[in-house]
């Protein structure tokens, strides 16, 4: 096993170089970087030109920019060096988590996301323990009624919810609930109130519950069909096996055949998914959900980043969201053997 996870973590540093530099190399062909930017922006209006450029000794208005001062300006962004140095100067920062600056944001990439997090944890969170919290129980309800009425309508409901995009759902509550034509009952916008700061601690948290719940119905109704029926058909296939019937004959209840030889086997498949949807839910972001409903998160920051050219927040991002992706699937492996003692890693795998 110990022979396992060092390969493993050994495997992680080609994988993870290797999705680097494709992105790297992507980023060079991308026209409208950085400079090609800054370049507009001074050559359109001066007082934008000044400020994005640091100085008006970069501004020539609309004459145009000389050779030189084009060199400048990539020198400012460090543009001036070979794209192989610039990818090992990166790698080597990045080893260290030293992720540099925005170009647009005037801060710390670091700071930039963790100023983010919030956000991006509370919709992440409450999604990941509603979808389990809930499809977990009627996974089973549904595998031991097989067949049945509530089967049959419970199927439909949720395969109903996963066929209406998240995005579409938000919009429909927002004009229900949210003070368009209908009731005026939640918030439209942001995570928390105005006057928080002001509010009681029970105050708070009413106030904070009362602004996500619209975003995590949005996000959540879509995410039960899919564990629902992972449980449900799971369960279903190891009630079919020879122990359980083996345990009916011998004349045990079915709740305890259900719940005590069953269930371990059937949350296999669940279980050891637990741990990178855990990792993921910290990192969760949807752009259209935080759009609609005016939420600063991590899924916005991407999209901004990504049409500003931004690229020391795309990268460094990148970088640290595909490490722990690794890690959260060396953590699902390591539960695959705690889960099932059958499972076995040795040096040879």
């Known amino acids: 096993m110990a022979a396992y996870i060092l390969k493993r973590l050994l495997l992680m540093i080609p994988t993870l170089i290797g999705v680097m530099l494709v992105t790297f190399i992507v980023t060079q062909f991308v026209p409208g970087g950085p400079v090609e930017q800054l370049i507009q922006q001074l050559q359109g209006t001066g007082v934008q030109g000044e400020a994005a450029g640091g100085g008006a000794h970069l501004y020539r208005g609309n004459a145009g920019l000389d050779p030189e001062r084009i060199e400048q300006l990539k020198a400012l962004y460090g543009f001036d060096k070979p794209a192989y140095v610039r990818f090992f100067d990166m790698m080597r920062d990045y080893a260290v988590f030293n992720f540099g600056d925005s170009y647009f944001h005037g801060e710390s990439v670091i700071d930039l996301i963790l100023s983010k997090l919030p956000v991006s944890i509370s919709l992440g969170m409450w999604t990941f323990f509603l979808v389990y919290l809930t499809c977990i129980p ?3 309800a549904k595998a031991v009624r097989d067949g049945t009425p509530f089967d049959l309508i419970t199927s439909t409901l949720i395969l109903v919810g996963y066929a209406i995009p998240g995005f579409v759902l938000g919009i429909l509550l927002l004009v229900l609930l949210g003070g368009g034509s209908f009731w005026d009952v939640f918030p439209l916008r942001g995570l928390v ?8 601690w029970f105050g708070k948290i009413t106030d904070y519950l009362w602004h996500i719940t619209l975003p995590v119905i949005s996000l959540v109704v879509g995410s039960f069909a899919v564990m629902t029926m992972l449980t449900k058909n799971s369960f279903i296939e190891e009630m079919r ?6 345990a009916r004959a011998k004349g045990l209840s079915q709740n305890r055949v259900l719940y005590r030889h069953v269930f371990r086997n059937a949350m296999i498949p669940l279980v050891t998914g637990f741990p990178a949807a855990f990792i993921g839910a910290f990192f969760a972001g ?3 959900i935080e759009k609609i409903f005016s939420l ?3 899924g916005l920051l991407a999209y901004d980043s990504i049409m500003k050219r931004d690229y020391p ?3 460094g991002s990148l970088y640290l969201f ?3 992706g690794l890690i959260a699937k060396l953590i699902t492996d390591i539960s695959y053997v705690l889960v099932d003692p059958r499972i076995q890693f040795d040096a040879s795998q």
């Open 138 to 140: 009627l996974g089973v």
């Open 241 to 246: 096996k020879q122990y359980v019937l083996t």
């Open 313 to 315: 927040v795309v990268l």
């Open 322 to 324: 595909t490490l722990l």
């Open 296 to 298: 600063d998160g991590l």
């Open 193 to 200: 109130s105005d006057n928080f700061e002001e509010l009681t």
């Open 286 to 288: 949807s752009i259209l």
